[in-house]
């Protein structure tokens, strides 16, 4: 996939799990910002009303100038008014679980998104979802 500053591509060698793919972002300018970040959706997924929704995604960066981040951004159902982020704080090459965790008030389909930014040269991976609600 490419896009404004940025690339998003399939990537079979670099991957938390010996099976399949997972997907490597790639900011391209240093206009992708923590206000403008390179973002993926990653999965959509039907929540329930009042229930704690909780996702977790392996991230992995080649270098900490890159912020990789999960989020469920804000305003898309009752009960999540702001985006949901957790961002990576591992040393590279190193995979790290980054889970987010919400309560809609009303049913309904919410995306989550991996984000990413800084640097030009960086790449920033996400691999292995888990998603369970309460």
């Known amino acids: 996939i490419f896009t404004d500053s940025g690339e998003i591509n399939s990537e079979a060698t670099v991957r938390h799990t010996a099976s399949g793919i997972a997907w490597r972002l790639s900011p391209l ?17 039907a929540v329930n009303a ?21 989020v ?7 009960g999540v008014a702001s985006d949901v982020t957790a961002s990576m704080t591992a040393a ?28 030009t040269t960086y790449n920033g991976y996400v691999d292995d979802m888990t998603i369970s609600q309460a």
């Open 50 to 70: 009042s229930a704690l929704v909780t996702v977790k995604a392996w991230m992995r960066r080649s270098n900490v100038g890159l912020t990789m981040s999960l």
């Open 29 to 45: 300018s240093t206009d992708r910002t923590a206000s403008y970040p390179l973002d993926f959706e990653i999965a959509k997924i």
């Open 92 to 119: 590279i090459d190193t995979w790290e679980e980054i889970t987010i965790t919400f309560t809609p008030t009303e049913a309904g389909v919410v995306e989550i998104e991996a984000w990413g930014y800084g640097g």
């Open 72 to 78: 469920c951004r804000g305003g898309q159902i009752a």
